[in-house]
C-alpha cells in the first residue's frame, strides 16, 4: 500500500484473529430462504410473504435437488481450501472444520467468514441450474456466516453430535407435518396443532398407524444429513507410479469426489478432478514418487456414535 497522507485511516482497523491453537467451526445458513420479500416489486403480489423455498418450488417435506445443490457448493469449497477437513450438512446450513494448526488469511476472523460465505454463496448460484434447470433464481439468495472456535477435541464431536441431532428432529417433525397435511388432509394449522405436545415415539406411531411410512427406511440423506470429510488414499506403488506417467494421469495430487450411502462403504460415484500436468522435472527418482491423491467423501451415516471418529484416527489431530 503506497504511503500517503491518508494512511492513518488504516489505524482504524482492528485486528480480529482467532485464537490460536483452536479448531475453527465456520458455520453458515441460508439467509433469504425464510426472508420476506415484501421489497421485492418484480413478484407477483400473491408472493408477497412467500419464502425463498416456495418461491422456486421445492418439495415438501425434502427436496433432493435442493440438498444436493447445497452439498455440491460444499464440496467446492472443501476443494478450494485444504485446511477444511470435515463438513455437515442439513436444510439450509453447513458446517466446515478447519484444523488446529490452520494459518488461513493469518487467522483472521473476518476474512475467513466473509470468504467462505461468499464462495459457497456464488457456489450455489453457479450451480443452480443443474439441480433446478426449469426454475429460474426468482432472487438472489444470501448466506450469513460465523466462526467459533473450540479448544477440545470432545467440543468438536459433541458440535457434530448436536447438529445431527438437529436434523433428526428437525426431519422426523418436517415428514410427519406434510405427512398430514399432503395424505391426511389437514391444514397446516390442523397439523401444528396435532402435532403440538408429541414425542419422538408418537411421530413414529402416526406416519405408521396412518400413512404406513417407517420413518427409519426413509433416505438417510434426510434422516442424517450430509458429511463431507477429506482423506488420503495409500501412497501408489512407484511402478503404478511409472505406468501412470507413462499414460495420461498427472503426476501431481489429485482430488477426488466420493459419495456413498449409510449402509455400504464403498462409494458410488466418484468425480476425479486433474491438476495441470506438471513440467518434468531434472530429479527423475523425485518425479518417480507419486503423492497421495486427497479424497473428499461423501457420507450420509451416524456421526454420533464412535463408529466415524475411530475409522479416522487423524482426523482432528492436526
Known sequence: MANSKYGYVKNFELPDP?????????????????????????????????????????EKPNDVRALELMDHAARSVMEEYPDIVLAFGESDEYSFLLKRSTSLYNRRESKIVTT??????????????????????????????????????????????WRQADTHINNLYNTTFWALVQQGGQTTTEAHATLRGTFSKDKHEILY????????????????????????????????????????????????????????????????????????????????????????????????KDDFWNERPTLLAH
Open 116 to 161: 467462505l460465505t461468499s464462495l459457497f454463496t456464488s457456489c450455489y448460484v453457479l450451480y443452480w441450474p443443474k439441480y433446478f434447470p426449469d426454475k429460474p433464481l426468482q432472487y438472489p439468495p444470501s448466506f450469513d456466516g460465523r466462526i467459533v472456535p473450540y479448544p477440545a477435541e470432545r467440543h468438536i464431536r459433541d458440535y457434530f453430535a
Open 209 to 304: 398407524s396412518r400413512f404406513k411410512i417407517n420413518y427409519n427406511q426413509l433416505d438417510a440423506r434426510y434422516r442424517k444429513g450430509s458429511i463431507l470429510v477429506r482423506e488420503e488414499e495409500p501412497e501408489v506403488p512407484e511402478a503404478q507410479s511409472e505406468a501412470r506417467s507413462e499414460g495420461q494421469a498427472p503426476e501431481g495430487p489429485m482430488t477426488e469426489t466420493m459419495t456413498a450411502s449409510s449402509t455400504d462403504a464403498t462409494p458410488s460415484s466418484v468425480v476425479l478432478t486433474e491438476p495441470a500436468q506438471p513440467k518434468e522435472k531434472k530429479n527423475k527418482k523425485a518425479s518417480k514418487k507419486a503423492k497421495p491423491a486427497t479424497l473428499i467423501v461423501l457420507l450420509h451415516c451416524d456421526i454420533i
Open 18 to 58: 482467532v485464537l490460536p491453537d483452536t479448531f475453527m467451526l465456520f458455520r453458515l445458513d441460508g439467509h433469504s430462504f425464510h426472508r420476506f420479500l415484501n421489497s421485492l416489486a418484480a413478484l407477483p403480489r400473491s408472493d408477497a410473504n412467500t419464502r425463498f423455498t416456495d418461491v422456486h418450488g421445492f
